[in-house]
C-alpha cells in the first residue's frame, strides 16, 4: 500500500509565502486548526560572531583530536569497518581520523532537504534559510499547574501532540515529546510512532534507543508512506546522541546507521555538559562537539552516501554552587552562535540548541532562560530546532502550560525572523506627507492600509490597561492564562483525517511486532 | 568647593579589566557594596541585519521628510535662531534641512566620551565597544509582591538608587529611577538628584522636566565636582523626548540646549509607538527616528560645539485587538538592529532598546518580553542602555521584585557580551589529551584551573534538583525568591562615604532653592 505517489514534491517555498495576513486571520479564527506556514524561510542574516582566524584555531584543535586522540567506537563491529575501508586508522575501537579526511565524506550529504509529512502541505524544508520548530523531545516527567508533575504517559504523550497540531507556530511534530511510563518499554516506540501519525498530520521523528526500534519506526512509514517513497525521500528523524567524551557506543551508531541504510536523516548531537563531558571552557567544548558530531555525519555516509544526515549540537553549562547543569546560561547560548559559523562551513543543515530551562515552574526564570537559548537557535541559524516548546526542570519535564507559552514565543519569532522589509510601503513616506509634524498616525491611509499585518499580537500576553487587567481579566499571570488555554484546545481538537486503511494496516503491524516481543519492562 | 581634582582622569578601560575571577569572588561575598565592573567592553561584534542598500534607502527617506516636510520647534526662538544661523531654511517654527547638513553639524559631537562619578572607580565610558546599564525611568508606580501597585514616594526612589548601588552588575545610577509623588512637582528634581548623589557613588542623570531644574541638576553637580571640572567634563546625563511625529517642544529644545550648554550629555529620543506616533511600518518608524534624533543631537552642537550626545532611539508596537502599545515583541526588537547600524555611521554613541514588557507581574511574560527587548539593546551595540532593570506595565510600573531579577540578568549579559574567547587554554586540547575517551573532566586539571570562571551562575535561578527544590527550597518560584533578595539587600546596604562639606553645601542649595518656589503642586 502506497500513499507515496499522491505527495506533492513541487517546490514548498512557494507553500511557505503564506501572507502575514492569512496567518493572522487564521489565528483570529480560534485556537485549533489554524493554518501556519509549514516552515520559516528566515529574513535575517546569521550572527557570526568569531573571526575567521578563530574559527580556524577551533577547527583546527577538532583536527587534532580527531587525528592524535581519536573516537572509540563501540560495540558495533560494522562501524568499525567502514572506518578501515574509508581508510581511518584504526586500533581495537579507537579511530584516528587524517585532517580533512571526515570533510571529504560528509561532502556527499544533501545541504537541504525536505522531510515529508503525511499531508504535504505540511513537508518541512530542512537546510539553508528555512527554520523549524519541533516540540522538546525525552522527559520522563509531566507537569501541569493542577497536577504538579507527575511521570509521563501515552495520553500525555498524545495530548503534547495534539497541542503541537493545534499550534500554527510549530512546523513538527517532534519525536518522544514525553516518555509515556505506562507502555513497556520495548513496546512504547510503536506507540509513539503511531501516535504521532494518528494525532498529528506532520513530519515527526521515530525511535533510536534500539536498531530494532529504529527498523521498526522507518517500516512504519513505509507502510503510511509506501516503500519505493521511502527509500527515495526523508520520512522520519532519529536523533542520535554521542557518549560524549569521545564515545559513539553500538546502539546510537546502530540506529544512526539504519536510519541512513534507509534513506532516512539521522541528527547527530554531541550533549556536553561543560566541566563534565567536555571542557569548562567554551572554545573546547566547540572543537570537541564539532569532532563528534563530524564524525557521526561522516559514518552516515559511509553507511548510505548522499543520505540526509543533520549536524546537531547541544552546549551546556554547569552550577560552581552545586554541581548542577544549568540550561538557558549565556555560555551555551553565545558558543551556538560559533557552532553555526562551523556547521556552514561544511555545508550541512543544522541542529543546535533549543528551549532550556532549569525552573521546575513556568514562572519569570523559565520564560527568560528559556528565550535565551531558543534566542541562540535563532541567531545560530539552526534549520530544525529540536526542544522548541515545553521543558522544564533542564530535560526532565514537559509542561503543559510552558508548551503553550512556548507555541506562543515560536510565533513572535516568525516575525522575529521575518526581519525588517524595506519597500516604498514601508518606508511610508506618503504617510508622513499624510500627517505630517505634531498629529498622528492613528487613522491614516497607510495605517489602515498595514495595521493588520504590522505587528506580531500574542494570544498570551496581557496588554491590557493595568485597571481592565485587574477587575476583568482577575489579575492572571501569564501562566495561569496558559492553563486556560491548553484546555481549550485540547477540548476544541479535531484529529486530522487519516485513511483507514493506513491505519489498519499499522495497527496491524504493531499487533505483530507486540505479540512478537518479550513482556514486562525493558 | 571643588572635588574634581581628585579625579582620576586615567584610562577608564584598564579599570574594566577586572577580571571574571575577581567579579565572581565579590559577588560570593554577599549582596551588596560588590565591586562589579564599572561597564561592560563588549567581545562580540553587533549584529548587522540590513544590507547597506537598504540602510541608504532608509536614510534617503530620512532626508526627504527633513527637507521636505521638516520639523516642528515650537515654543523655544532660541532654537529657530541656531537654525537659521546653521543654514537650515525656516517657516515660522517648521524647519527643513538639506540633505547631509545635519551629518555635518553633528561630526563635532564626541564618539565617545567619560560620564565622571563621584567615586572615579565608577567613571562610564560611553560609546564604541562600552556598554553601561543604567536601570528604569520614569514610572509614577512602584510595585512589590507584598504590596501590591502604589504610588512611588521619595523613600521608594532611594530604595531602587540603594538597590542599584548594591549590585554589581548595574553601572550607573540611572535618573527618575520612579516618580516621588509625595514631593512637589517643582522642587521633586532637587531630591532626586541629592538622593542620587547621597546614597549612590555612580554616575547619574539630572531633569529635564523644565530649564531650570535642568539648570538646577547641573548646579549640584557643580557643587559636587566644582564648577571648572563640570565645564571641561561630563558629569550628568539629560534625557530628551521628541514629541513625535516631527515635533520638538519648546521644554525639551530648552533643557537639551541647558545640557549642552553646560558641557553636558543630552541623550536624544523619540518614543514612537508604530501606528500611533509614527507608521506601523518599521521601516517608516525607523526613518522617522533617525531624522528626528539627527535633528537633536544637531541642535545641541549649535548650542555648544563639541558637547557630548548620545544618539538615542525608543521603538514600540501596539496590539490590534486592545489598541495599547506592546512591549518586548519582536518588531521593535528587529527595528532596534537598524537603528545600530544607522547610528554607527554617524560616530555616536548609542541609547536604544531596553528591559521593557507589558506584565503587571514579574511573571513569564516579563521576562520574555523583557529579554527580547534587551538583547536587541545588546545586539544593536547599545553604548547606555537606560530601562536595564525594574519595569512592569510598559512604562509605568517600576517593580521591586522585576528590578533585582533584571539585575541578575544584567549579570549574564556581562558573561554573554564577554563572548567565546579562543587561546591555547579555552581549546583545552592538553584537558583532552589527559581525559581521553569515555572518562570525564570533572576533576581534570583543566577543569579546577578553569571551573572558578567559566560559567555563569546567577543568585536567583534555581538550579537544584526537582526534590532539593521542593523540600528544601520551598518549591519556589522566582519572584518569591527576588522578593527575599531585595528586601535582604536593602537590609544590609550601606551608603558609600560622602564628603561633608560636599553634603552641606548641596542641602543649603536645596534649601535656597525650594524657599525661592511656588508652594503646592505642579
Known amino acids: ?66 587525528a592524535e586522540i581519536g573516537i572509540e567506537f563501540r560495540d558495533d563491529p560494522v562501524s568499525v569497518d567502514h572506518w578501515k575501508r574509508a581508510g581511518a586508522r584504526v586500533e581495537g575501537v579507537r579511530v584516528r581520523f587524517e585532517p580533512g579526511m571526515l570533510q571529504e565524506i560528509v561532502a556527499s550529504a544533501p545541504s537541504e532537504f525536505t522531510q515529508h509529512a503525511r499531508n504535504p502541505a505540511n513537508n518541512v524544508q530542512i537546510g539553508g534559510k528555512k527554520v523549524v520548530f519541533s516540540p522538546a523531545y525525552g522527559s520522563p516527567f509531566v507537569m501541569d499547574l493542577d497536577k504538579g508533575r507527575r511521570y509521563g504517559t ?85 536523533n542520535v546522541n554521542v557518549n560524549s567524551p569521545l564515545v559513539w557506543d553500538g546502539t546510537m551508531t546502530k540506529s544512526l546507521r539504519a536510519y541512513a541504510r534507509a534513506n532516512q536523516a539521522a541528527v547527530i548531537v554531541p550533549f556536553i555538559l561543560g566541566g563534565a563531558m567536555g571542557p569548562v571552557t567554551n572554545a573546547g567544548a566547540i572543537a570537541q562537539s564539532y569532532a563528534e558530531t563530524l564524525a557521526g555525519c561522516a559514518l552516515t555516509q559511509l553507511e548510505r552516501k548522499g543520505a540526509p544526515v543533520i549536524f546537531g549540537n547541544f552546549l551546556s553549562s554547569m552550577s560552581l554552587r552545586s554541581g548542577s547543569p544549568t540550561f538557558g546560561t549565556p555560555e551555551p547560548a553565545i558558543g551556538s552562535m560559533v557552532i553555526g559559523q562551523l556547521a556552514r562551513r561544511l555545508k550541512l543543515p543544522l541542529r543546535c540548541a533549543g528551549n532550556f530551562s532549569n525552573s521546575k515552574l513556568p514562572d519569570g526564570q523559565a520564560m527568560q532562560e528559556g528565550l535565551m537559548s531558543m534566542l541562540s537557535a535563532i541567531h545560530c541559524g539552526a534549520n530544525f530546532i529540536l526542544h522548541s516548546a515545553g521543558f522544564l526542570d533542564g530535560l526532565l519535564v514537559m509542561s503543559y502550560e510552558k508548551f503553550v507559552m512556548d507555541a506562543d514565543l515560536c510565533g513572535a519569532l516568525h516575525s522575529y525572523l521575518a526581519g525588517v522589509t524595506v519597500d516604498d510601503n514601508t518606508l511610508a513616506f506618503d504617510a508622513f506627507e499624510e500627517v505630517g509634524p505634531g498629529s498622528h498616525f492613528l487613522g491614516s491611509a497607510h495605517t489602515m492600509r498595514n495595521y493588520q499585518t504590522a505587528f506580531w499580537d500574542s494570544t498570551l500576553s496581557d496588554n491590557e490597561p493595568f ?21 481549550t484546545t485540547l477540548a476544541n481538537y479535531e484529529a486530522p483525517p487519516l485513511d483507514n486503511a493506513a491505519d489498519e494496516a499499522l495497527c496491524d503491524f504493531m499487533a505483530r511486532r507486540k505479540a512478537s516481543m518479550a513482556d514486562g519492562w525493558y
Chains 1, 2 share one sequence.
Open 154 to 238: 501515552i495520553e500525555d504523550f498524545q495530548n503534547f501532540i495534539k497541542l503541537a497540531q493545534a499550534s500554527p507556530w510549530l512546523h513538527h511534530s517532534g519525536g518522544t515529546i514525553c516518555e509515556p511510563v505506562d507502555v513497556p518499554v520495548n513496546k512504547r516506540h510503536l506507540d509513539m510512532v503511531y501516535s504521532h501519525i494518528k494525532y498529528s498530520d506532520r513530519a515527526f521523528m521515530g525511535s533510536v534507543t534500539a536498531e530494532e526500534r529504529a527498523e521498526d519506526s522507518i517500516e512504519m512509514t513505509r507502510i503510511l508512506f509506501g516503500a519505493d517513497f521511502v527509500d527515495r525521500n526523508c520520512v522520519i528523524l532519529g
Open 467 to 487: 485597571e481592565k487587567w485587574s477587575e476583568e481579566g482577575g489579575s492572571t499571570d501569564i501562566a495561569t492564562r496558559a492553563n486556560r488555554q491548553w484546555k
Open 1 to 66: 500500500m502506497s500513499y507515496g505517489g499522491e505527495y506533492d514534491r513541487g517546490d514548498s517555498r512557494r507553500k511557505g509565502r503564506q501572507t502575514r495576513t492569512q496567518r493572522r486571520a487564521a489565528r483570529r479564527e480560534g485556537t485549533t486548526k489554524l493554518p501556519g506556514v509549514p516552515y520559516i524561510i528566515r529574513n535575517i542574516p546569521t550572527y557570526d560572531i568569531l573571526s575567521e582566524e578563530n574559527l580556524q584555531k577551533i577547527e583546527r584543535t577538532a583536527e587534532r583530536i580527531l
